[in-house]
């Protein structure tokens, strides 16, 4: 059987790096209701993204910026140079000019503030699943 998808043809697997397992529990519920994406699961530090991404391909991660460990901008950076096919995303309730422009010169697809809501991190998602650059609201109000 095949699922139904946004229009690509493929499933987004979507792989998870938050120390809040709150969140990264409330993603995996809202990712298992959708049937254009596919929850490949979470990590709760930066510190071995790059290992994780090579051996579960996910089209999508996203990415916290208050993590404990590797630096995640350092993880993103490297994932993008290892595995140019994964898309990072930033999802941070820290939303500054600055870290949106560290964020995408580290190799991020996008930036998505945790205080946008679903819809907005779903529509940031698909457009960078389907090869854009994309910023929530509040993202794109701090990108200049």
């Given at each position: 059987m095949t699922l139904p998808t946004s229009g690509t043809g493929r499933r987004h697997a979507v792989l998870c790096v938050d120390d809040n397992a709150e969140i990264?529990?409330?993603?995996?519920?809202?990712?298992s209701r959708l049937p254009d994406f596919e929850w490949l699961g979470w990590l709760p530090a930066a510190d071995h993204l790059v290992a994780e991404a090579l051996e579960r391909h996910p089209r999508l991660v996203l990415v916290?910026?208050?993590?404990?460990?590797?630096?995640?901008?350092?993880?993103?950076?490297?994932?993008?140079?290892?595995?140019?096919?994964?898309?990072?995303?930033?999802?941070?309730?820290?939303?500054?000019?600055?870290?949106?422009?560290?964020?995408?010169?580290?190799?991020?697809?996008?930036?998505?503030?945790?205080?946008?809501?679903?819809?907005?991190?779903?529509?940031?998602l698909r457009q960078v699943a389907a090869g854009e650059f994309?910023?929530?609201?509040?993202?794109?109000?701090m990108h200049v």
């Open positions: 990264a529990a409330a993603l995996e519920l809202l990712f916290d910026i208050d993590l404990p460990g590797t630096d995640p901008f350092r993880a993103i950076e490297e994932l993008a140079e290892r595995d140019p096919e994964v898309r990072a995303v930033m999802f941070s309730g820290h939303v500054r000019p600055e870290l949106v422009d560290r964020a995408l010169g580290a190799g991020a697809w996008g930036y998505v503030s945790k205080n946008d809501g679903e819809e907005e991190l779903l529509s940031v994309a910023l929530s609201s509040e993202a794109g109000r």
